[in-house]
C-alpha cells in the first residue's frame, strides 16, 4: 500500500520561499508520477506541477511557472516542493499525490501560512 | 492546459434520492494504450484531505459504498450517488491525470434538501 507522508506546517513570511517534503513508502517510487497540488482556504483543489522521480523533468502549471521547482532524492523516496516570492494568496494546504497503476494516492497535506 | 468543467456548483438532495454530478473534459483523456480513462472522483469533507471515491472513471476505490459509482469516457463523465446518505454531504471533485499534468473540476457542494 502506497503511502505518502508530508512534512509540518509552515509560517514564512511574505517574499521568502518554503519547501515542503513528501516522503514516499509502499510502492515504487521512482517509476510513477508525482504531483503538487494546493487548496487555498474554502477554495478548490489546483494543480501545480508534477515530477517522474526515473526521469526527472517537471511539468509546471502555467501560473506557477518561475516560482514552483519539483525536486525528488531518490535513495530516501521524497519528492520536494519550493516555492518561492510568497504571498498572502499563497496560504492554503498543500498536497503531494502520486499516481500509481491508474490510482492517486495523496498526503495528508501541509498548512503553510504565508503572514508579515 | 486540460480544462475539467464540473456542474452543478452545487446541489440539494433529499436523503434517498439521486445525486448527479457532470464533468466535462476540454480534451479526450481516454488513453489508447490501455483503454482507460484516467479521471477520478473524490469526496472531500471541511478540515479533511480528499478522499479518493472513484479512479479510472469508473473502478470504485477500496472500501468505498457501492451507493457512489462512475461512468462516461473521452470528454463526458458523471459520478451518481444513487441513494444520498446524510454522512454523504461533502464536496465531489473530479480530476484527470497523467504522468504529465493533471487538472481538477472546480468542485460541486451536495446538501441535503
Known amino acids: 500500500q502506497v503511502q505518502l507522508v508530508q512534512s509540518g506546517a509552515e509560517v514564512k513570511k511574505p517574499g521568502s520561499s518554503v519547501k515542503v517534503s513528501c516522503k514516499a513508502s509502499g510502492g515504487t517510487f521512482s517509476s510513477y508520477a508525482v504531483s503538487w497540488v494546493r487548496q487555498a482556504p474554502g477554495q478548490g483543489l489546483e494543480w501545480m506541477g508534477v515530477i517522474i522521480p526515473i526521469f526527472g523533468p517537471t511539468n509546471y502549471a502555467q501560473r506557477f511557472r518561475g516560482r514552483v521547482t519539483i525536486t525528488t532524492e531518490e535513495p530516501t523516496s521524497t519528492v520536494y516542493m519550493e516555492l518561492s516570492s510568497l504571498r498572502s494568496e499563497d496560504s492554503g494546504v498543500y498536497y503531494c499525490a502520486q499516481i500509481v497503476g491508474g490510482i492517486p494516492y495523496w498526503g495528508q497535506g501541509t498548512v503553510v501560512t504565508v503572514s508579515s | 492546459d486540460t480544462v475539467m468543467t464540473q456542474s452543478p456548483d452545487s446541489l440539494a438532495v433529499s436523503l434517498g434520492e439521486r445525486a448527479t454530478i457532470n464533468c466535462k473534459s476540454s480534451?479526450?483523456?481516454?488513453?489508447?494504450?490501455?483503454?482507460?480513462?484516467?479521471l477520478a472522483w473524490y469526496q472531500q469533507k471541511p478540515g479533511q484531505p480528499p478522499k479518493l471515491l472513484i479512479y479510472w472513471a469508473s473502478t470504485r476505490a477500496s472500501g468505498v459504498p457501492d451507493r457512489f459509482s462512475g461512468s462516461g469516457s473521452g470528454t463526458d463523465f458523471t459520478l451518481t450517488i444513487s441513494s444520498l446518505q446524510a454522512e454523504d454531504v461533502a464536496v465531489y471533485y473530479c480530476h484527470q491525470y497523467s504522468d504529465t499534468s493533471g487538472t481538477f473540476g472546480g468542485g460541486t457542494k451536495v446538501e441535503i434538501k
Open positions: 480534451q479526450n483523456i481516454l488513453y489508447s494504450s490501455n483503454d482507460e480513462n484516467y
